[in-house]
């Protein structure tokens, strides 16, 4: 199983794949994404363009792959399996996306600085159904209505927050935004059990 | 005070800006806003381009006022003199914006399909933190921490389901979505109410 030749080239391959992306990263703080061509990537990754064709389709596709891995990172917070256990106790998955979004926190600004929001957070919402899909088939219990409700709205909340931090338009710590998420998602979950009565306020 | 000349000169006044703001939705559903020129949008107006600049100074200045138009409505639905109101009782505000999306749903909906999405939520944004500025030099009983992560979290949500509704991509009607946000509302507005104790579930 353990072939030291595949092994080298598995190596040698993800370098490359570093260095392109570590060079597109670099380029889209300087221009525009669309005008960024493969000559220049291939330039500033230090690779020949044959180099580049072995890995990637065009530029683009070096940009949908950071943007693939940074949604998958994110995601591997939460319990995939099971998500009804992260609303039940979300402090710890909020903490774990806390501590994701300090170590991608660059990337993630990189990509809305250069307009990549709206893709970017597509892609987030897309990995959120299939998570809830995934879900609601083995879990026929919830209402799947008032779920989906609950945890797209929660969710869009959340990237609103973290947004806000990412980019530095608030002085408030991630920490003290987590307890106070993970308050808010405490009392709103009651909604997800309809059978227990709560006295009105 | 009533001058029936200027009242007539209003009147003309207001009908050249809808040909302008009418010519302008039509031209987005055509080509990048970027692209689209004082001339042609002065043809398609039935205008010459001498009376375009007498009420814009470029074509970007006409989507800035129909996106500016549109954040006046969506928040006219709002109590701003106290957001606190809305927050202990939802369902009006809610039940009204909804309204407000039917009326205007057409002209969001050619926005957000232009990819005038991010400056558009930007101005949502300034101006719900506009209001909460207001609110909170007034309300020195609120935690203003607390209250502004509540309304900007819950504002990403809404505005969320929202969009999800305008463009399409769900099939629950908005009335549904209006008793579940009220439903959710009504539970996490306990954490403005740190005085209330509630049994955990």
């Not at 209505?145 to 909340?157: I, P």
């Not at 927050?161 to 338009?169: D, H, N």
């Given at each position: 199983m353990e072939n030291p030749t595949m092994k080298k080239l598995d190596r040698r391959c993800k370098?490359?794949?570093q260095a392109i992306t570590s060079a597109m990263l670099a380029l889209v703080q300087e221009k525009p994404c669309a005008s960024i061509t493969v000559s220049e990537l291939?330039?500033?990754a230090d690779i020949n363009r044959k180099t580049f064709y072995k890995h990637y389709h065009d530029t683009m596709a070096v940009i949908d792959e950071i943007e693939n891995e940074l949604v998958d990172k994110?995601?591997?917070n939460l319990n995939r399996e099971n998500v009804m256990l992260d609303i039940e106790d979300p402090y710890p998955f909020l903490r774990q996306i806390g501590e994701s979004m300090r170590r991608e926190g660059e990337r993630i600004r990189i990509l809305i600085n250069a307009g990549e929001d709206t893709r970017f957070s597509q892609k987030l919402d897309q990995a959120l159904s299939d998570m809830l899909d995934t879900f609601l088939k083995h879990n026929t219990s919830v209402d799947p209505?008032?779920?989906?409700?609950?945890?797209?709205?929660?969710?869009?909340?959340l990237r609103f927050?973290?947004?806000?931090?990412?980019?530095?338009?608030t002085d408030v710590p991630i920490e003290r935004y987590n307890e106070m998420?993970?308050?808010l998602i405490g009392y709103a979950k009651r909604m997800l059990h309809p059978a227990v009565q709560v006295p009105a306020l």
């Open positions: 370098r490359t794949k291939a330039q500033r994110i995601f591997s209505v008032v779920f989906r409700f609950f945890t797209t709205f929660l969710g869009a909340g927050i973290y947004v806000q931090v990412l980019m530095g338009r998420i993970a308050e």
